[in-house]
């Protein structure tokens, strides 16, 4: 598999989960793990672009897969992506655990809606709704996913 | 392997981002209070926070805790060869290793004491039995299933009322002389007497039958610990995110019989607490002892069911209340509690107050009697009994009169909010002292009660609401008016373990001006590294970018007891303003020396002392840092350098205030409850962050409203704990929240160094009764039901809008 665009190649135990894969071999930590059940979003990366758990996922079915966490946001100068900008200007986070996931699922609902300028209040509860955060109560974390779109509207306007 | 390419450090051009954002500099920080993003993001978002499981040390293995499948049962045998034999594992610890290290049971921070790993028997489901030591995870859980432990099944109690049944199974036959399951004396507040004349006086009296369901702080990072015991050094490091190290340091010493100075508590980012990371549990000494049996750090971190099944559960109060009034006003309250304290008591209170500060009960209003008894019952249900995002049992105080202030109103066929505003206490009566012996500090009830009426256009909703019932639809309106006493707390009546509950801070300005403050109080994503370098910079005129804040690190920073019950800011904070007045004290005397006047001679304002009448010639911090560290003479009677230390020991709580009103649609064929609205308007006092501050009201009312919605902890007949994971024990998601709407009042807390009052739990406290009272305001309009219990889950509703409510189980 690949990792933020780099290549893995280990060998592991077949039962191997993801989230231990990407954190104890590709010893990127940015990545949490918070349930076991696919219920709480913390360890959510995407695989191909799709938002994905990866406390319910194997590292073997990953193989050939490119997947992208937390750490693949940002630009290799250390430029932040607008929806790690966004979290920071909005006070989208308090403790920071559920963060990554909710940022790389903030990630993948901008690049798939057609106009994310535009999203519904509704559209974005749901997007995240498969993430748990105990901090935020949320509304912060949605002005946060807002200020990315609109960000990203205004540069490639600019552009 | 890998690299973090993202990170700046990992880039050639690294040093750029050094002065910059990536390092926490905030662009626009005011120089003092006021908005500003927080400094300690720049990692978070960036995937770097350093969290326990981040932990990894040379030579480290993992631990595994074998858990009771049984609630009650006594242990025949357990036979670990098996598991001995597994090629990864290092270890197997079972009570009786324990007892030869004298570890085998631990004190509770309520004076019980609690087995690290059962011997005799077990006594609450999942508790724990044998811990496995190997060389990776997956192995040590393996091991788990090699282990054989013979049970002898008994009869478990999982209900507090029949706990006290004298048939009931002895749960505690462990301790010498106990020959019932009552966890500790009756204790009572307030004049029984004069409450019996005031409920004798009445008009009219209400009484209700409230269960506060057990629930869990359930913070998204588990709890854990990396223990590092060198056996070369006798040095032990302990990595456990707390949110108490310094306490926890005191304790390990008394648990583990090891020198204080030899222990070091390390919490690095941690991952949210809520009173969760409060207590100790049986996984940290057991990883204790297993870095001093292996000679290896230890890892142990627990599963989510383990986290939510047998660590911290809050509540689980049976009250039974009344409530009374005369010529339109709330007069009488007496309240009687069972409460459920689980298997061992461990519920986290100051030493002098068995209920916590449950007889906060009297709420915000000017009553003429009350009274209230607790008891505390053994259960064979995990213990805990910590406060989820609550200062001591006063989140069940505020649900117990805020939904009694609800029931009366409707006894009365008066509005809920009209009552209150008539029983409420007034403004001129501050300070003032309630039946129940407090001294409330400050408030203008009336006033913050009405902007939230104003916010919520209350007269609109209740005219909305009459339409609705006339078409066959429900909707509910809920209000409270919650008044907290947080930030415990004066040493002459509050320590815990004997440990007074004041806060430490040490200052040190450098020579260049720039600032280390160091604190024992324990962010877990409050945002401390911010607010508290704003602390310092509105007292010293320097900017927050220009200060660290030091915390988590029992080694660098000074003695307190750290981070629960809203206590931060009102005790921390106050120790910073006053550390941070000293240093400007010592400034002053340098400043004199420098502009050859007297130190009386000389002015403050942000940032410089000047000359009175001569604001020209002055000297700012920055430059008497220079000269105070410099080879210059130095004031009569002081030391180089400018540094200072304070303990500060608050001469009261502080009482933060709040009105919520909510607003909630129930689905008449399913019994869902949406919720609509959610106005709450807070009374802190000073916000030195006001970003920040609402931040803890958002995740506050999301937690309340969880508690109230669909958040319980429930039993079978033989004791199982039915919500062992994400799936069972739900928490709400974006789509169960409303869009929060927050107003504030200012009353600033006449006796705190900068007026602050603490908040971060009271949207914990207030939103509970304010959703549980709008279900039922809902219902009692469109079917005439009077009560039910909290969780308001479509199940539950359902029912009690068909009449049939029960307590949960």
């Given at each position: 598999?690949?990792?933020?665009?780099?290549?893995?190649?280990?060998?592991?135990?077949?039962?191997?989960?993801?989230?231990?894969?990407?954190?104890?071999?590709?010893?990127?930590?940015?990545?949490?793990?918070?349930?076991?059940?696919?219920?709480?979003?913390?360890?959510?990366?995407?695989?191909?672009?799709?938002?994905i758990k990866s406390c319910t996922t194997l590292a073997a079915q990953a193989e050939g897969?490119?997947?992208?966490?937390?750490?693949?946001?940002?630009?290799?100068?250390?430029?932040?992506?607008?929806?790690?900008?966004?979290?920071?200007e909005e006070h989208g986070l308090q403790c920071g655990f559920c963060t990554p996931g909710m940022m790389v699922t903030g990630r993948a609902l901008i690049d798939k809606h057609p106009n994310p300028t535009q999203m519904t209040d509704h559209e974005i509860r749901e997007a995240i709704s498969g993430g748990l955060c105990r901090c935020t109560g949320y509304n912060n974390i949605i002005k946060a996913i807002r200020w990315a779109a609109a960000h990203e509207a205004q540069a490639a306007g600019r552009s | 392997m890998a690299t973090v390419e993202t990170w700046p450090g990992k880039h050639p051009d690294w040093l750029k981002h050094a002065n910059g954002e990536a390092f926490g500099q905030v662009k626009d920080a005011p120089i003092g209070h006021g908005n500003m993003k927080r400094k300690e993001d720049a990692r978070f978002i960036r995937g770097l926070g350093n969290y326990l499981d981040d932990v990894r040390l040379p030579g480290m293995v993992h631990g595994a805790l074998l858990r009771s499948p049984y609630a009650h049962a006594r242990i025949v045998s357990i036979d670990t060869s098996a598991a001995l034999a597994h090629p990864k594992v290092a270890a197997v610890v079972i009570a009786k290793d324990l007892e030869t290290l004298g570890l085998a049971w631990m004190p509770t921070i309520s004076y019980d004491t609690q087995a690290v790993l059962a011997g005799d028997k077990v006594r609450f489901h999942l508790q724990e039995v044998a811990f496995v030591i190997a060389t990776d995870a997956y192995a040590a859980q393996?091991?788990?299933?090699?282990?054989?432990?013979?049970?002898?099944?008994?009869?478990?109690?999982?209900?507090?009322?029949?706990?006290?049944?004298?048939?009931?199974?002895?749960i505690r036959d462990d301790k010498v002389g106990q020959t019932d399951n009552l966890a500790s004396p009756e204790w009572e507040a307030g004049d029984k007497m004069n409450c019996d004349r005031v409920f004798g006086e009445a008009d009219t009296v209400a009484v209700r039958e409230l269960l506060y369901p057990r629930c869990h702080p359930s913070p998204m990072e588990t709890c854990g610990m990396v223990a590092d015991m060198n056996p070369a050094t006798g040095q032990l490091n302990i990595y456990n995110g707390n949110q108490a190290p310094h306490a926890h340091r005191t304790v390990y010493a008394q648990v583990a019989g090891l020198p204080e100075q030899n222990i070091r508590i390390l919490c690095n980012d941690i991952g949210g607490g809520f009173g969760n990371k409060v207590p100790v549990y049986p996984g940290y000494v057991c990883a204790i002892a297993g870095s001093i049996v292996a000679g290896a750090p230890v890892k142990w971190i627990e599963d989510r069911s383990e986290n939510l099944v047998t660590t911290g559960f809050a509540r689980d109060y049976n009250m039974h209340a009344e409530m009374c009034s005369k010529g339109g006003r709330i007069t009488g309250l007496r309240v009687n509690v069972i409460a459920d304290h689980g298997a061992f008591d461990s519920t986290a209170q100051p030493t002098k107050f068995p209920a916590g500060?449950?007889?906060?009960?009297?709420?915000?209003?000017?009553?003429?009697?009350?009274?209230?008894?607790?008891?505390?019952?053994?259960?064979?249900?995990?213990?805990?009994?910590?406060?989820?995002?609550?200062?001591f049992r006063i989140t069940e105080a505020i649900y117990c009169v805020e939904r009694m202030v609800d029931a009366l109103a409707q006894e009365m066929n008066a509005d809920p909010i009209e009552l209150r505003m008539r029983s409420f206490i007034r403004p001129e009566q501050f300070?003032?002292?309630?039946?129940?012996?407090?001294?409330?500090?400050?408030?203008?009830?009336?006033?913050?009660?009405?902007?939230?009426?104003?916010?919520?256009?209350?007269?609109?909703?209740?005219?909305?609401?009459?339409?609705?019932?006339?078409?066959?639809?429900?909707?509910?309106?809920?209000?409270?008016?919650f008044t907290e006493g947080v930030g415990a707390g004066p040493r002459r009546h509050m320590d815990i373990l004997g440990l007074a509950m004041n806060d430490g801070a040490e200052l040190r300005v450098h020579p260049s001006g720039k600032a280390v403050v160091s604190l024992s109080a324990q962010t877990q994503g409050q945002g401390h590294e911010t607010t508290f370098a704003q602390i310092v910079a509105e007292e010293l005129g320097i900017s927050p970018n220009d200060i660290i804040v030091r915390h988590g690190d029992t080694d660098k920073t000074p003695y307190g007891l750290g981070t629960y019950g809203s206590r931060s800011t009102p005790v921390s904070g106050g120790a910073t303003a006053v550390v941070a007045r000293k240093v400007r004290d010592k400034a002053r005397a340098f400043a004199a020396v420098m502009l050859e006047t007297r130190p009386e001679d000389l002015a403050w304002e942000k940032g410089r002392w000047y000359v009175k009448g001569d604001p020209e010639r002055g000297a700012t911090i920055e430059s008497i840092a220079e000269y105070a560290y410099g080879p210059n003479p130095l004031p009569e009677g002081l030391e180089g350098g400018l540094d200072a230390n304070a303990v500060y020991d608050p001469p009261n709580l502080t009482y933060p205030c709040g009105a919520y009103i909510s607003v909630v649609d129930i689905d008449p064929g399913t019994g869902k409850v949406h919720m609509r609205r959610f106005i709450a308007v807070d009374d802190c006092g000073v916000r030195i962050n006001p970003m920040i501050v609402e931040g803890q009201i958002h995740g506050g009312l999301a937690e309340g409203v969880g508690i109230a919605l669909m958040e319980i902890l429930s039993f079978d007949e033989q004791g199982n704990c039915l919500n062992s994971s994400y799936m069972d024990y739900l928490l709400p998601?974006?789509?169960?929240?409303?869009?929060?709407?927050?107003?504030?009042?200012?009353?600033?807390?006449?006796?705190?160094?900068?007026?602050?009052?603490?908040?971060?739990?009271?949207?914990?406290?207030?939103?509970?009764?304010?959703?549980?009272?709008?279900?039922?305001?809902?219902?009692?309009?469109a079917k005439g039901i009077k009560h039910m219990d909290m969780p308001c889950n479509p199940a539950r509703v359902w029912a009690a809008m068909n009449g049939n409510a029960q307590p949960p189980q």
């Open positions: 598999m690949s990792i933020n665009g780099q290549a893995q190649s280990h060998d592991v135990e077949p039962r191997m989960l993801l989230v231990h894969y990407i954190r104890e071999m590709a010893e990127l930590h940015g990545t949490h793990w918070g349930c076991d059940t696919s219920n709480c979003g913390i360890c959510v990366v995407l695989m191909d672009g799709e938002p897969h490119e997947v992208m966490t937390v750490e693949g946001l940002a630009k290799a100068d250390g430029t932040l992506d607008p929806i790690q900008q966004g979290f920071y | 393996d091991a788990l299933q090699l282990i054989d432990v013979e049970y002898d099944v008994l009869p478990a109690i999982v209900n507090a009322r029949k706990a006290l049944d004298p048939d009931a199974p002895l500060f449950f007889h906060i009960v009297t709420g915000s209003y000017d009553l003429d009697g009350a009274h209230c008894t607790v008891k505390a019952v053994y259960t064979n249900k995990a213990p805990g009994g910590v406060a989820y995002r609550c200062s300070p003032y002292e309630t039946q129940t012996g407090w001294t409330y500090d400050s408030g203008d009830y009336e006033k913050t009660m009405k902007l939230a009426m104003e916010m919520a256009d209350y007269e609109g909703l209740r005219r909305e609401q009459q339409e609705k019932i006339a078409n066959g639809e429900i909707m509910g309106i809920g209000v409270t008016f998601t974006a789509l169960e929240c409303p869009e929060w709407e927050l107003g504030e009042t200012v009353t600033p807390c006449p006796h705190h160094p900068i007026g602050a009052k603490g908040v971060g739990e009271s949207a914990c406290n207030g939103a509970p009764p304010c959703v549980t009272n709008a279900v039922i305001d809902g219902l009692y309009h």
